[in-house]
């Protein structure tokens, strides 16, 4: 039987912002710089994520200086040949391991309206279930790649992807996961940029401003 985990071990987070996908539904390229009111969709997420952490980087592969304008630092993946979001969850977890955090927690970078409470509310999720990772979720939809990440499993998860794991959930049950729920309201707070149909709602809503949880 998987032990508890004292809720004191949640001590430090860092923020990481995985940027490493490949975009191909929007054509390729950096989704996160796609403009959206005028400014990117990267610094919209970061705008939000920024004040909820002590520390900020962006997981992203390729030319780090394109990232220069953000002041953040840039985490490649270590895993050669795109094995998909779990290959940025590594790299955070390396990075905040080496800096001293107890926690990583990640968001998408198509994601402009996250919740700016994402943090708060996965640790309390973490902590009431005595669990160490936690994953959002929004009207009954689940969202494993937003979640919060113990830096010490960094090496397990290293081990699960040099033996083919690919699938967030398939790595994360292993260790028990908590589910932080987000109402959706007028807006999914996980709304994400996929298609460039999604880049005219995404504007279409930030005009009419509407409230995100």
Known sequence: MRAKVPVRMIERIAGV????????????????ELLLGGKSILA?????????????????NGDPERFNAYGLPVLPDSIEGSPGPLAGVLAGLDWGRSLGFSHIVTAATDTPFLPRDLAARLKRAAEAASVELAAAASGGRAHPVIGLWPCR??????????????????????????????????????????RPDDLQEAEALLRRSVPCR
């Open 17 to 32: 912002i995985l940027a490493g996908g490949l975009a191909r539904r929007m054509g390729g390229g950096d989704k996160g």
């Open 44 to 60: 919209h997420v970061i705008e939000r994520l920024r004040p909820q952490v002590e520390t900020l980087a962006i997981n992203a």
């Open 153 to 194: 499993l960094a090496d397990d998860l290293r081990q699960a992807l040099g033996q083919g794991t690919r699938k967030v959930d398939e790595w994360t049950v292993r260790h028990g996961v908590a589910v932080a729920e987000f109402g959706q309201g007028a807006l999914d707070p996980f709304f994400n940029v996929n």
